[in-house]
């Protein structure tokens, strides 16, 4: 893998369980959700830019996390995109998180 290549220790999680995900965050203030051209089970893509994301968000609240960085272009069917990105502008509202979504022309920062 070019992550190990660049003798960066990669980590292993499962966004279809955000519990995964989460255990991870303890010891960073970035996350970046790069997944907009994530290949699968459709109805697994949908889950993890929607359900699974909602969930994670609402529980990345209580970690020292501060700031979530959400893929909204890609492969993956613009209308789940679009549905990722309300979900991460509706956390930041929510929960003050400050949030950047990332598409082909530029970077949305809020």
């Given amino acids: 893998m070019a992550i190990e290549a660049a003798g960066i220790e990669p980590a292993l ?39 699974r994301l909602e969930r994670f968000l609402e529980r990345l609240v209580e970690t020292p996390v501060r700031r979530f960085v959400y893929e909204a272009n890609g492969s993956v069917e613009a209308s789940i995109l679009a549905v990722g990105a309300a979900a ?11 949030v950047e979504l990332v598409d082909a022309d530029a970077w949305t920062r809020l």
């Fill in 13 to 51: 999680a499962d966004p279809e369980q955000p519990g995964t995900l989460l255990d991870l965050v303890g010891d960073v203030t970035a996350v970046y959700w790069l997944l907009g051209s994530a290949a699968g089970n459709p109805k697994n893509i949908a889950a993890i830019h929607g359900p």
């Fill in 88 to 98: 991460v502008e509706a956390a930041s509202r929510t929960w003050q998180i400050p």
